[in-house]
């Protein structure tokens, strides 16, 4: 939570920053190419410059804002380019001079980076990861993994079924579901078209599903069709398509792995109110077995590694999606990993930047994904 506070915080003092900036800047353009005003002149250039520059200040999640954003550190970087060049009495030509005074350069940097993070948001890749676990397993399992779709920000149901017809070509044996497949701006008909999508897809031992801090929001507004809550009808569309939720609950698949999944520590934004501890959930558990863990977040890798678990799957992070959003979840260890897959001593984690993203079409920070787990155990060394 102290993460959420600083970032806000820093997100609001950048934010006023930059709008300032952006101002002063089409001000000093306009000032270079049409010398002189006239009072009227000033007035009109003057609340222009401020529609564009503060009005999408007011919607932060406006893409405009994004790119605004971009623009703006381009600026600033051209500007301490010129101060360079002022200091070693490098007289430029005119042209370049007024190229500068334009922000092009800024520009069509922007442009370059926007048009990556739209190509970065619908491509999506598959990943493969090997992990071998130090317990014995009657064979090597393929686990496929997909989270933070948000249904409705990217993909459409043709796209979707793609990516589905992907994974089940990879023959996995069981399909995990990590939490935020649809959000608050899904419509209930996405949210049935999302969930018939992945249910659908074929695999030997099932598919399973965890909520996310999004997907079970408690901002919901009612099902108009029949008085439920969007939650239940969430839940309904799930398990009407052979989905099983996992809700601090372990299932033993195939005689060889417990799979645990969690409740988010964020439903409800109760903060883990009613979510129970690791050693709860296993407490009846065969030890011996290989432990997987799906967890929307990835946090208490720790506390999972002292109770003896072996792999731990989670979403969430998005890879940072924007930069620098991820900078800043390193740098204040919002989680305990952003991306990709490490080892805390027996236990491996991995995080995956997620198949879509959220608020924006657009990622400047890691690829869209789904993940391939090749499970071995010590005897398939």
């Known amino acids: 939570m102290t993460f959420f506070i600083i970032l806000i915080i820093v997100f609001l003092i950048i934010g006023i920053a930059e709008q300032v900036y952006f101002y002063r800047k089409i001000l000093g353009a306009v000032n270079y190419f049409l010398g002189h005003l006239s009072k009227l002149q000033k007035i009109l250039i003057t609340t222009g410059a401020f529609l564009l520059t503060f009005v999408p200040a007011f919607y932060a999640f406006a893409e405009w804002f994004i790119i605004e954003f971009h623009i703006a550190v381009f600026l600033l970087l051209t500007d301490l380019a010129a101060v360079i060049v002022r200091k070693k009495n490098i007289t430029l030509p005119e042209w370049a001079e007024a190229v500068y005074k334009t922000g092009a350069v800024a520009f069509l940097l922007t442009c370059v980076v926007i048009g990556y993070g739209k190509y970065n948001m619908y491509h999506i890749v598959r990943t493969d990861y090997d992990v071998t676990v130090d317990k014995s397993l009657s064979h090597e399992y393929t686990i496929a993994l997909v989270a933070d779709l948000h249904y409705g920000i990217s993909l459409d149901a043709e796209e979707l079924q793609a990516v589905a017809n992907e ?3 990879a023959s996995p044996d069981f399909v995990v579901l990590c939490g935020d497949i649809v ?8 949210m049935d078209e999302a969930f018939s999508i992945l249910g659908g897809i074929k695999s030997r031992l099932g598919v399973y599903y965890v909520y996310g801090n999004h997907d079970s929001s408690n901002y919901r507004n009612l099902d108009p069709s029949t008085g ?20 601090d609950h372990a299932v033993l698949i195939n005689e060889d792995i417990v ?3 969690r409740r988010d520590s964020m439903k409800g934004m109760g903060l883990n109110e009613g979510r129970m501890s690791i050693r709860q959930i296993l407490k009846n558990a065969d030890r011996s077995k290989v432990i997987v863990v799906a967890e929307h977040q990835p946090n ?4 999972l590694r002292k109770a003896g678990c072996d792999l731990v799957l989670s979403g969430h992070t998005h890879g940072g999606q924007i930069f620098p959003f991820g900078f800043f979840a390193e740098l204040f260890k919002a989680n305990d990993m952003t991306y990709g897959c490490e080892k805390w001593g027996n236990l491996n984690a991995i995080v995956t930047s997620g198949i879509a993203g959220w608020g924006f079409d657009l990622r400047t920070e890691h690829h869209s994904e789904y993940v391939m787990i090749h499970l071995k155990g010590k005897n398939d060394q």
């Open 167 to 169: 994974i089940e070509a």
């Open 183 to 190: 959000d608050e701006n899904t419509t209930l008909e996405g």
């Open 228 to 247: 439920d809550s969007v939650d239940k009808h969430l839940r309904k569309a799930i398990t009407d398509n052979r989905i099983a939720i996992l809700e």
């Open 300 to 303: 208490d890798y720790e506390t």
């Open 259 to 261: 799979f645990v999944g």
